[in-house]
């Protein structure tokens, strides 16, 4: 698999180029919102990306055991969870009637409606549900390791056990960029569920890898391609990996008897 696989054209500088994050590394901008199909195409071949990087970190972590690992929990479902994506957008983008054919089969339209105009809804649910089912996998990976700490407390929030794993590990506060890294993506699933719309009371802004993001209560921000989901990925991975990379990580693992 290549490394350098997240190449797009940039609609600012009107060249094809690669991105940092979200950010053309050619002008430094971030690219205006594509056409349905080519925002596909950037999806898969960022994930593509992010599933390289955690392949090479594979190599060392599987030499963990496996009984009762909180890592191997979390690459199994990271795994299921990432190739289930990619056949997602793979069929979506080259195989468009496999997923016309199976809605109308299933009742999702009738003779008489265009098919495509239902993709992009679908694609919405599925945006939702790999969002939703990954930030689950992190918060089960986090229980286990909060559970194998030396003072397991229990929380019942996504917020509540990131802002305790980032005080013991001393990670950063509420207000630091590595905490919005899961407080995003937590912001943005609950923006897919509530059909696009935040209806947070409180504005929501933040600014991330120099990309800066605004939720205003009641209105519809445009954070919910697969460039953002995609996005979420990056930086949810990358706080997973500087949490398998802390000195004190092998601390959170199961005690073993000799």
């Known amino acids: 698999m290549s490394k350098d696989v997240t190449r797009i054209h940039c609609n600012h500088c009107n060249k094809i180029t690669t991105v940092n994050y979200l950010l053309c590394i050619t002008c430094g901008n971030l690219p205006k919102k594509t ?27 599987n030499k963990i055991p496996n009984d009762d690992n909180p890592w191997a929990e979390f690459r199994n479902g990271f795994l299921s969870i990432s190739y289930s994506a990619l056949i997602n957008l793979e069929v979506m983008i080259k195989e468009p009637h496999v997923y016309n054919n199976a809605l109308k089969q299933f009742g999702r339209f009738t003779n008489s409606e265009k098919p495509d105009s239902f993709l992009p809804t679908q694609d919405l649910y599925n945006k939702d549900s790999f969002l939703t089912l990954f930030l689950f996998t992190i918060e089960n990976f986090f229980d286990n390791l909060i559970r194998n700490s030396t003072k397991p407390k229990k929380y019942t929030t996504l917020y509540d056990k990131t802002k305790y794993l980032f005080e013991i590990l ?28 935040y209806n947070n009371s409180k504005p929501f802004d933040v600014t991330i890898k120099k990309i ?35 000195p004190h990580f092998s601390r959170f693992l199961p005690k073993r008897d000799n």
């Not at 056409?35 to 972590?61: S, V």
């Not at 009641?218 to 990925?233: D, G, L, M, T, V």
Request: aromatic share 16%; proline share 3%; glycine share 4%.
């Open 170 to 197: 001393n990670l950063g506060n509420e207000q630091s960029e590595l905490f919005y890294q899961v407080l995003f993506p937590l912001e943005l699933r609950n923006l897919l569920h509530a059909n696009g719309i």
């Open 35 to 61: 056409d349905f199909i080519k925002e596909l195409t950037f999806g898969r071949a960022q994930l593509h990306a992010e599933m390289y990087k955690f392949n090479e970190k594979i190599e060392i972590l």
């Open 212 to 246: 800066n993001f605004k939720f205003i209560p009641n209105n519809i921000p445009e954070y919910a391609s697969w460039i953002h989901i995609c996005f979420c990925f990056t930086i949810l991975m990358e706080v997973i990996n500087i949490i398998f990379d802390h």
